[in-house]
């Protein structure tokens, strides 16, 4: 094979992956980020507080 072929296929393969990572990052940013025990109690609580105040992604993007 030729090497400018090789090169052509490689920079190819390349450009094909680093486009499948930051589609990934972009589809899911908190990918293996976890909320801290903090965060969790706050949020639980506010929801305790007033619980018709919090709104579904759902329910948000359809009143978009």
Excluded: C, H, Y
């Amino acid at each position: 094979m030729n090497t400018l072929v090789q090169q052509k296929q490689l920079q190819s393969l390349v450009r094909r992956t680093i486009i499948e990572s930051v589609q990934e990052i972009f589809a899911d940013p908190d990918l293996g980020l976890r909320l801290s025990s903090q965060t969790i109690k706050q949020l639980k609580k506010a929801q305790k507080v007033n619980p018709k105040k919090l709104t579904s992604l759902m329910a948000f993007d359809k009143k978009r």
